[in-house]
């Protein structure tokens, strides 16, 4: 496996981040030529089956396989992970870039305007966006990226500035690399750890915001499978059966704490600087 793969597999949690993505990731592909029951089929005379076979999370009130439901669910997790974190990729080095490598009034510019888009909540947008547009996983994906975009690039320009001025991207720039050469071989590598802590937390929240959007009903259509449905649509029966609503709930909950976990992982894997003093850690002392 490659080198930064078996380093976040030594960390406790970088192995429960990778493994809980993987089996998500894994959930969604299998979804999309089998599941154990039709999603969206209704079985009225298997209404509320307790977990067992061969409903092995049991049955909702029109008696679909809740199994089914989260298999088909992680399809839409991991779709409007994977965009908004790609958005958010986009627009946060974009910004970044233009805000630490340009002329002193673009750098003050992309300043005040970040500063001004940080201000509002990216939940509050999406919703916003959505009563215009109406509700759909685009949404929730372009809201999310462009808002945890601008979170990235607050985060990362510092340290694009910070490197920039190092001895060895200097050197890089006399020796006749342009700003674009730069920016690829020094500078992002070099943030790199830090970006993707961000972009973890961005697919994260992510997974929340459409669970939250689609609980809301400014997500997810009614006919596209998704965890905050599934949610929504049991909640109402938690005082009754109660169980039911736990898996929904928990698959969101674990989900979100894997992408947070797994980006700790990346970031001790990737930083050269938490390497080597961790290498110091694990290193016993030689007593003379």
């Known amino acids: 496996m490659p080198g930064w793969i078996s380093r976040v597999w030594r960390t406790a949690t970088g192995r429960f981040g990778l493994v809980v993505v993987a089996v998500v990731a894994l959930a969604a592909l299998v979804s999309l030529f089998w599941t154990p029951f039709d999603p969206q089929e209704s079985d009225l005379?298997?209404?509320?089956?307790?977990?067992?076979?061969?409903?092995?999370?049991?049955?909702?009130?029109?008696?679909?396989?809740?199994?089914?439901?989260?298999?088909?669910?992680?399809?839409?997790?991991?779709?409007?992970s994977v965009g908004s974190g790609i958005v958010a990729t986009l627009v946060g080095i974009a910004l970044a870039a233009l805000g630490a490598l340009t002329a002193r009034w673009a750098r003050e510019t992309i300043a005040v305007l970040v500063d001004i888009l940080i201000a509002f909540p990216v939940l509050i947008i999406?919703?916003?966006?959505?009563?215009?547009?109406?509700g759909s996983l685009w949404v929730v994906i372009w809201s999310v990226g462009i808002g945890f975009g601008v979170n990235i690039a607050r985060v990362t320009r510092p340290e694009l500035r910070r490197v920039q001025q190092s001895d060895f991207v200097l050197a890089a720039r006399a020796s006749g690399l342009t700003t674009a050469q730069s920016l690829m071989r020094h500078l992002l590598?070099?943030?790199?750890?830090?970006?993707?802590?961000?972009?973890?937390?961005?697919?994260?929240?992510?997974?929340?915001?459409?669970?939250?959007?689609?609980?809301?009903?400014?997500?997810?259509?009614?006919?596209?499978?998704?965890?905050?449905?599934?949610?929504?649509?049991?909640?109402?029966?938690?005082g009754v059966h109660p169980l039911s609503v736990i898996w929904p709930g928990l698959?969101?909950?674990?989900?979100?704490?894997?992408?947070?976990?797994?980006?700790?992982?990346?970031?001790?894997?990737?930083?050269?600087?938490?390497?080597?003093?961790a290498a110091e850690t694990h290193t016993p002392a030689v007593i003379a």
Do not use: C, K
């Not at 961005?202 to 449905?229: D, H, I, T």
């Not at 674990?254 to 050269?272: M, Q, Y």
């Open 45 to 80: 005379g298997a209404r509320w089956e307790v977990p067992g076979w061969p409903h092995l999370l049991g049955t909702d009130d029109t008696g679909r396989d809740i199994l089914s439901l989260l298999m088909a669910g992680s399809r839409t997790t991991v779709f409007v």
């Open 126 to 134: 999406a919703m916003m966006i959505s009563s215009v547009w109406g």
């Open 189 to 238: 590598p070099n943030v790199a750890p830090v970006f993707i802590v961000q972009l973890s937390w961005s697919m994260a929240v992510a997974v929340l915001a459409e669970a939250g959007l689609s609980y809301l009903g400014f997500g997810a259509s009614v006919v596209e499978p998704s965890w905050g449905l599934l949610l929504a649509d049991l909640q109402r029966y938690i």
């Open 251 to 277: 698959a969101i909950t674990i989900t979100v704490l894997a992408l947070n976990l797994l980006g700790d992982g990346l970031r001790e894997a990737t930083d050269p600087t938490l390497r080597h003093r």
